[in-house]
């Protein structure tokens, strides 16, 4: 079956260390986003990615960077520049379609804490 | 900018009863609009979607909402609720990207909680 894996599940995370986040589809989906989610505020658009070799920051891009080497991953990295990671981390992709306008589809998300 | 507001945090209905969720947007365009649910610890499902046409939009789990554009609202409802219904929902408006894809805004969520 096609969908969205995103590993680890559970995620612990050091003062001053780098963790990345893996997130891999099998949709053949070109475009690919990152979301952080806290208790009570939604999901908030942290970056996405329209085409391989392409990403653009969404609305809270700080302490975070991405990569697109290949159509299928897009993982995130949340570096230490982030000050307060602990958060429900979701993936998700969509296909272009007709005027754009298919719906995104979203893994299982992983939980990011602080040790 | 485009904003969503899910005015209620959260809903408690008893088994078998109706449920009814808010949303309300802030769109200068007609806008893309979605309902997703959420249950603990996991991803987002997508409930149903609007784009155009027909403004009552049918969607899965026997959940459907309609679109009221002199209100600015996407209201989802359910004649009558299953004990397997109580989760998060999430209302969105999705922007227009250019190639590829759409943006999505979410709305805070409403988590309902179902009485036997």
């Known amino acids: 079956d096609g969908g969205i894996t995103q590993s680890p599940k559970y995620l612990f995370r050091k003062e001053g260390q780098n963790v990345t986040l893996s997130c891999e589809q099998n949709l053949n989906h070109d475009a690919m986003y990152w979301y952080r989610q806290d208790p009570g505020q939604g999901l908030r658009l942290i970056y996405y990615?329209?085409?391989?070799?392409?990403?653009q920051k969404g609305d809270i891009a700080e302490g975070y960077s991405v990569s697109r080497e290949k159509k299928e991953s897009f993982p995130l990295t949340v570096t230490s520049a982030q000050k307060n990671p602990t958060a429900f981390y979701l993936c998700?992709?969509?296909?272009?379609?007709?005027?754009?306008?298919?719906?995104?589809?979203f893994g299982d998300g992983t939980r990011l804490s602080i040790l | 900018a485009q904003s969503v507001t899910q005015p209620d945090i959260h809903i408690t209905v008893s088994e078998g009863a109706s449920l009814e969720l808010r949303c309300n947007y802030s769109?200068?365009?007609?806008?893309?609009l979605f309902w997703y649910v959420q249950s603990p610890g996991q991803g987002l499902q997508l409930l149903l979607k609007?784009?155009?046409?027909?403004?009552l939009v049918q969607g899965i789990k026997g959940f459907e909402a309609e679109f009221k554009r002199s209100q600015s609202s996407f209201n989802l409802r359910k004649p009558s609720v299953h004990w397997s219904d109580a989760a998060e929902y999430f209302c969105a408006v999705g922007l227009l990207i250019k190639a590829a894809g759409n943006k999505l805004t979410f709305g805070g969520g409403t988590r309902v909680l179902v009485k036997p």
């Open positions: 609007y784009f155009s046409g027909d403004t």
């Open positions: 990615s329209q085409i391989v070799n392409d990403f």
């Open positions: 998700a992709s969509s296909t272009p379609g007709e005027g754009s306008n298919q719906p995104q589809h």
């Open positions: 769109y200068g365009a007609t806008p893309y």
